[in-house]
């Protein structure tokens, strides 16, 4: 797969995009239908110039006005991205979220470093996913790892799972890929789902890697499949040794 342009793979990351899509300033919405619910999809650009932490914060603030005008707030959030363009900025970036995203507001996440994600010379960007459940008064489970981490092991929502993006420090590529996986088939199971009910997996890549390894493992591993399966490359993760990270999202039931 070719990499593409930096602002087009934005929108690679959530296939069935339809209806709408514009921008305002350094902030792009899309809304679209996907697995019977709607969505709405915002990324953007902090300020340039700003700190991390107070770029972060604005994002969030943009971001809830933005929701409040389609009926949502970051109660419905269900994926939250952070971008940044070197490690320093992530762990900045990241750190604000968590101190935002609190309680029943945590979502699925993921982190990465990647300067083309970058139109502007701002250091950090987010990419937010909110959804309007099927049931107006489904109640939100965010699901924590055991022990807990400072990431959440995954979102139950109105009947949907969202998982966050898992890595591996194994020392190879081909390891790294399998523990990952192995990862998914206890998440899966304790999600009370099972991988027919996988709708779709995002891989990313450290530029440079081959994502047929990905292939080959998902191949191998039968009965792991999954509605979809999208592949983007970063130039690095949370963990310095980490070369791929694989968020997923399924519905719920066995």
Known sequence: MSESHAKASRFQCFHFMVALKYSVGTMEKQIFTWLGREFVQLSGEGRQGA??????????????GELKTHGLSLENAV??????RDRNARTLATAARSKILMGDKRAASSSFISEEWFDSEATVGLELLAMRPLDAPAARKPVDFEPARNYLYFL???GVIFFSGFTS???AFEQQA??????????IARAQTDWNKVMKLSVLLQRGYDMAVIKRALAQGSPRQAAAVEFSFVDGFAGDKCLLEIEATALKGQ
């Open 51 to 64: 700190s991390e932490g107070d770029a972060t914060n604005e994002l969030f603030q943009r971001f809830e």
């Open 156 to 158: 139950d929502f109105d």
């Open 169 to 171: 420090e194994a020392a």
């Open 178 to 187: 399998s523990e990952v996986l192995k990862t998914y088939d206890h998440a």
């Open 79 to 84: 994926r939250v991205r952070v971008w940044a």
